[in-house]
T-cell receptor, first 112, second 112 residues
Framework: ETGVTQTPRHLVMGMTNKKSLKCEQH?????MYWYKQSAKKPLELMFV???????ENNSVPSRFSPECPNSSHLFLHLHTLQPEDSALYLC???????????FGQGTRLTVV | GQQLNQSPQSMFIQEGEDVSMNCTSS?????WLWYKQDPGEGPVLLIA?????ELTSNGRLTAQFGITRKDSFLNISASIPSDVGIYFC????????????FGTGTSLTVIP
């Protein structure tokens, strides 16, 4: 139990589907992140939220849409994904920008 | 983005042996983090380093923040089978807000 919970753990979706990934942190942190982890590649930062405000969007395609309703919850809305979007999507949180990040267990996404 | 070179890519060692891995960057970092990831799980933070030259231990693990601020090292002493996993370094450059860059990981196999 890391204090960061992601659901679902596994997701298979078709290219025309719409789905959402959810992340919740119980650590009282004020920054939350979405990362993408593909095989043989470093973790790629997708989005950063500080106090519910998006502070970074690392050139992520618009088919990925983040939402942060409060500092404890983070969503990643998915629509019209491509097979190359299949990966492990990791949520993390930290206290302030210099803080060490704590990760959730990830959602293994497969796009068919 | 930033490139972190992590080496070696993989290691196969006998139980009881010591392990060393490192991470280098072409530019300076303010913070170095070391994570371990088990299959199907998110990365778990092992050690955080905040000052050049800092040496920090966590049980059998010891990590150092290189004096040039461009590298970091992780050592594991007397390895055991549960040390198996992928070890990632992550570094935070100055003036980048929440941005951490990750290495490609070192896969460790411990042979009983």
């Amino acid at each position: 139990e890391t204090g960061v919970t992601q659901t679902p753990r596994h997701l298979v979706m078709g290219m025309t589907n719409k789905k959402s990934l959810k992340c919740e942190q119980h650590l009282g942190h004020n920054a939350m992140y979405w990362y993408k982890q593909s095989a043989k590649k470093p973790l790629e930062l997708m989005f950063v939220y500080n106090f519910k405000e998006q502070t970074e969007n690392n050139s992520v395609p618009s088919r990925f849409s983040p939402e942060c309703p409060n500092s404890s919850h983070l969503f990643l809305h998915l629509h019209t994904l491509q097979p190359e979007d299949s990966a492990l999507y990791l949520c993390a949180s930290s206290q302030d920008k210099a803080g060490k990040a704590f990760f959730g267990q990830g959602t293994r996404l497969t796009v068919v | 983005g930033q490139q972190l070179n992590q080496s070696p890519q993989s290691m196969f060692i006998q139980e009881g042996e010591d392990v060393s891995m490192n991470c280098t960057s072409s530019s300076i970092f303010n913070t170095w983090l070391w994570y371990k990831q088990d299959p199907g799980e998110g990365p778990v933070l092992l050690i955080a380093l905040y000052k050049a030259g800092e040496l920090t231990s966590n049980g059998r693990l010891t990590a150092q923040f290189g004096i040039t601020r461009k590298d970091s090292f992780l050592n594991i002493s007397a390895s055991i089978p549960s040390d198996v996993g992928i070890y990632f370094c992550a570094g935070q450059p100055p003036n980048t807000g929440n941005q951490f860059y990750f290495g490609t990981g070192t896969s460790l196999t411990v042979i009983p």
